[in-house]
């Protein structure tokens, strides 16, 4: 009978890795510490009952059978049956050691995932906003804006990387200039309080959007996310730049306040669908401005880099890390590794 096993022992090889987002899942396979991962065709969740049939039918295609998984999920990990969030699977893990021939299977959060996925970035997979020098052996934070926005640290400490997932995305925004004190009135709230949620993930961008169209008097013409950010970028549509100028300065504003938390000299990394998609109003100086304007720590503030994640895979290759070499990692494994 499987049973929750916080055993500290390596997973064996070969490992089944999955990301499992309320839209789309993907899942490749690490045979051994040294190779390559074996990608698979991106699933869509909803074409399948169940994580266990699409997971079944990825192995089909693959050439070796794992003998344990790591799947990282959107939401907390409790129990034995844990649901996700925005689609209908339920993770079983003692069902999936039952029928998938697996032997060991832990679940991660996503953002923990992400925060593996910044331990070591190559250049090629990142976008620097503001020139700094690296500081290879200190903590990190990585905030990702899409759905919503997921935050955690990974702390440097006793040579190994601790991800730190927490429920940043929730802390309070606040307004500081005379601009924010006329658009604040008319954002959205979410029980009378303006989490950074509310403005800095996809539906944050509608909310803002309205909030200035709003304060300007004037009616909303644009819907999606999307619709807002390319005419920003275009510069086709005054209320949508501002709403892109104001975002980016926003999520400046609080990624300039998980470094401070986090004292992550090594480095702030933005992930998530967004950050990619307004690369060029990241470059933009308001960015780094307010991620910078922190007194009393200014000066400190300047010294810490900031990259906006290219990777396209970049939650499967932070596991893929951990995967290879678990002890360079705090991961904590308890009450969520099921071994048979
Ligand atoms: N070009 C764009 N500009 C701004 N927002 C966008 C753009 N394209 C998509 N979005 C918004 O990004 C959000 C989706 O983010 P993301 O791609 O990170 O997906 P997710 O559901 O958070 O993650 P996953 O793919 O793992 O399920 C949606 O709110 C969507 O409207």
Request: charged share 20%; net charge negative; glycine share 8%.
């Amino acid at each position: 009978m499987p049973e929750l096993n916080h055993s500290d022992a390596p997973q064996p090889f070969p490992i089944l890795i999955g990301d499992i987002g309320g839209t789309n899942a993907r899942f490749s396979i690490l045979a051994d510490a040294n190779s390559e991962q074996e990608h698979f065709p991106v699933v869509q969740t909803a074409n399948f009952e169940t994580i266990d049939d699409a997971i079944k039918l990825t192995l089909e295609k693959s050439k070796v059978q794992p003998r344990s998984a790591i799947l990282a999920m959107a939401g907390p990990v409790q129990g034995d049956e844990i649901p996700l969030t925005n689609c209908d699977w339920v993770i079983r893990p003692k069902t999936m050691i039952a029928n998938l021939g697996i032997e060991d299977v832990l679940i991660i959060n996503d953002f923990e995932a992400q925060a593996l996925a910044i331990a070591e970035v190559a250049d090629d997979h990142r976008e620097s906003i503001g020139e700094t020098s690296e500081n290879n052996a200190a903590s990190r934070a990585v905030l990702g804006p899409g759905t919503g926005l997921g935050v955690a640290g990974l702390i440097h400490t006793q040579h190994q990387w601790i991800p730190v997932p927490g429920e940043g995305g929730h802390i309070d925004l606040g307004p500081r200039s005379e601009r924010d004190l006329q658009i604040w009135p008319y954002l959205e709230a979410i029980e009378g309080r303006i989490s950074a949620e509310q403005v800095i993930c996809g539906r944050g961008l509608q909310n803002l959007y309205h909030a200035i169209c709003k304060a300007d008097g004037i009616e909303p013409s644009l819907k999606e996310p999307a619709d807002i950010t390319t005419h920003a970028l275009a510069g086709t549509n005054k209320q949508a730049e501002e709403t892109l100028t104001l975002f980016v300065t926003y999520l400046g504003r609080v990624a300039g306040d998980i470094a401070m938390i986090f004292m992550a000299r090594g480095g702030v990394y933005l992930s998530g669908g967004i950050s990619q998609k307004i690369l060029p109003a990241l470059q933009k100086p308001e960015f780094r401005a307010a991620f910078e304007d922190k007194a009393p720590h200014t000066e400190m503030m300047k010294t810490i880099p900031t990259h906006v994640v290219t990777h396209p895979l970049a939650a499967l290759s932070g596991l893929a890390s951990y995967a290879r070499k678990p002890a360079s990692f705090g991961l904590a494994t308890e009450g969520r590794r099921w071994r048979r």
